[in-house]
């Protein structure tokens, strides 16, 4: 063999599976297509966005919190959990926040498993079903993606968001960390992850998230923030129908 070739192959398949490992694995990473994290702008909006839900009774607690604040944000839910909580769920899309899709059932590797993103659809459906809604927006659990993945959202016409500002709340620090963590990495433009549920777990601990929430809100009103949807934020509609 070419000593040429005998040195390029390693490279080029460290070069190739770096660049697969990178797409599926970081949230911002767009590898594999186009999704949506943050957007430029130079005004000082942000949107709030929650994961796993609906889960109570942390999900009616941060609905109670927005509402005393006037402030509509998205919840990216699973389907398993809008079957436990339909009520909840119909709530959200009641008091005109957004819902987006989330998976079934937030499993690791369904998104390298399932070529056709049936897992999708089928959370579309029970979506619709309860809450009479459609969602658009698409976030893949853990920030995981592949390009067959992207492709058959794109072929439904629905868009991937993923974020720019994460407290690593799964883990529940306590919510001053949430908090901080939360504000300091804050800028115009930020998508904010927070977490309602923990994947299907039913009444996950989120007490933590539901109390740092109020300083959230608090400390960047106070620096001039304003607070909207995903849909809003990115300019896009929230539902395909």
């Known amino acids: 063999m070419n000593p040429t070739l005998t040195y390029a192959i390693p490279i080029v398949l460290v070069l190739l599976f770096g660049t697969l490992a990178y797409g599926f694995y970081a949230p911002r990473a767009e590898a594999f297509g186009k999704l949506y994290f943050a957007t430029k702008t130079p005004d000082k909006v942000v949107a709030l966005t929650f994961d796993d839900g609906p889960n109570e009774p942390y999900t009616s607690q941060i609905l109670d919190i927005l509402q005393q604040h006037d402030i509509k944000a998205t919840f ?11 009520e909840t ?34 959370t579309q459906g029970i979506i619709e079903k309860v809450a009479g809604v459609e969602p658009h927006l698409f976030r893949p659990p853990f920030g995981h993606k592949t390009p067959w993945q992207i492709e058959q959202l794109k072929k439904h016409g629905m868009v991937m968001v993923t974020w720019s500002v994460s407290a690593g709340n799964p883990g529940q620090p306590v919510p001053s960390i949430i908090a901080q963590r939360i504000v300091s990495h804050t800028k115009p433009g930020s998508i904010i992850l927070l977490h309602d549920g923990n994947e299907t777990s039913h009444g996950a601990d989120r007490n933590n998230t539901v109390a740092a929430l109020p300083l959230i809100i608090e400390i960047l009103t106070r620096e001039g923030y304003t607070f909207v949807t995903v849909p809003e934020l990115l300019k896009v509609e929230p539902y395909l129908h």
């Open 76 to 86: 990216f839910v699973t389907g398993k959990n809008v079957v436990y909580y339909p």
């Open 89 to 122: 769920t119909r709530r959200i899309v009641a008091e005109r926040h957004v819902i987006g899709n989330h998976s079934w059932d937030h499993k690791v590797l369904q998104p390298i498993m399932d070529v056709q993103n049936l897992d999708m659809a089928r």
